[in-house]
């Protein structure tokens, strides 16, 4: 995993963490639901990894990263995200 200022690249995170939830961010913020999807991560023994967040003519986004893919659905189900599917092909093993 290289690291440039101590931050993990985008590649490596894509490697590590293929199943990636995307979540519209509400004017004004998460707020509490923040707090919330940290406790998801907390419950379930895994690190937060979010990250390539963007921006449409409306909403901003927020992406979440799972290794696995039970965790990335549980966590688009819990706070109504999208789930995109991964293009590694390692981890589309875990879609069949």
């Known amino acids: 995993m290289s690291r440039s200022k101590g931050r993990t690249s985008a590649k490596a995170i894509a490697h590590d963490f293929?199943?990636?939830?995307?979540?519209?961010?509400?004017e004004g913020g998460l707020g509490r639901d923040l707090d919330r999807?940290?406790?998801f991560h907390s419950r379930r023994g895994v690190r937060a990894q979010h990250g390539l967040d963007r921006r449409d003519e409306y909403h901003d986004f927020v992406c979440w990263?799972?290794?696995e893919l039970a965790t990335a659905q549980a966590f688009t189900a819990e706070f109504s995200g999208t789930l995109l599917l991964p293009s590694?092909?390692?981890a589309s093993r875990q879609l069949a």
Do not use: L, Q
């Open 65 to 67: 990263h799972f290794a």
């Open 37 to 39: 999807m940290y406790e």
């Open 88 to 90: 590694n092909p390692k």
């Open 18 to 26: 293929p199943f990636v939830v995307e979540t519209v961010v509400p």
